[in-house]
């Protein structure tokens, strides 16, 4: 296909248990961001990848939470120990990066997994 | 900081109003602006952009202009459809990397 794809879209945990969400970007796109979505809220970034490097991970918002992109292409986010405030939607969104104006053009959003932990 | 205001919803319309979404940032720089839209069951999906002052960023009919002077980028459309109703998020560009998101306004248009 031809979008972003996120997999599974949809994940139940028991609290304690370790997820692991599946990102599979545009061909060719260098950037990749994952953002988390609270019900009624905003996307909020988590972190950042330029090919395989994670320049940004200030967003994750404890060291439960862990991402890697290995071969510059699919990224997974892994979740340890899950809690109920882990409950969101997980966003992945991919983009080229701009060098003319140093960053990404558009980021392009992948329809997300909605992770709820019981 | 980075920040992003919107209005809150949920905005109801009848069929061929017009619509206004507000949408202001707190300004370091001269960041990127853009309007996302989420329709029922889908994925976040770019609407418009723009990307420096007094630009206006245009698509299926919707409009919005950068305003450096006011710090807004407010979203409107001429006449609203059926098919208009979704969630529409304002954003930033924020250093060089992410995007920073209002809350989001649901629209909801009634034939």
């Known amino acids: 296909g031809a979008g972003v794809s996120q997999s599974p879209r949809y994940k139940v945990a028991k609290r304690g248990q370790d997820v692991a969400l599946r990102c599979d970007p545009i061909?060719?796109?260098?950037?990749l961001f994952w953002y988390q979505q609270a019900l009624g809220q905003g996307p909020e970034f988590l972190t950042y990848?330029?090919?395989?490097?994670?320049?940004?991970k200030s967003g994750l918002p404890s060291d439960r939470f862990f991402a890697e992109r290995p071969e510059g292409s699919v990224s997974t986010l892994k979740i340890q120990r899950t809690q109920q405030e882990d409950s969101a939607v997980y966003l992945c969104?991919?983009?080229?990066?701009?060098?003319?104006?140093?960053?990404?053009?558009?980021?392009?959003f992948g329809p997300g997994t909605r992770l709820t932990v019981l | 900081g980075n920040s992003v205001t919107q209005m809150e919803g949920p905005v109801t319309l009848s069929e061929e109003a017009f619509l206004t979404i507000n949408c202001t940032y707190t300004?370091?720089?001269?960041?990127?602006l853009f309007w996302y839209v989420q329709y029922p069951g889908e994925g976040l999906q770019l609407l418009l952009k723009?990307?420096?002052?007094?630009d206006k960023g245009s698509n299926k009919g919707f409009e919005a202009t950068y305003r450096k002077e006011t710090t807004s980028f407010h979203l409107e459309k001429g006449s609203v459809q059926v098919s208009d109703s979704a969630v529409y998020f304002c954003?930033?560009?924020?250093?060089?990397?992410?995007?920073?998101f209002g809350s989001g306004t649901r629209l909801q248009v009634q034939p």
């Open positions: 954003a930033r560009g924020t250093g060089r990397r992410a995007l920073t």
């Open positions: 990848f330029q090919n395989e490097a994670q320049l940004d």
């Open positions: 723009a990307t420096k002052a007094d």
């Open positions: 969104a991919s983009g080229l990066w701009s060098p003319m104006i140093e960053r990404t053009d558009t980021q392009y």
């Open positions: 061909s060719g796109h260098v950037s």
């Open positions: 300004a370091t720089g001269y960041p990127s």
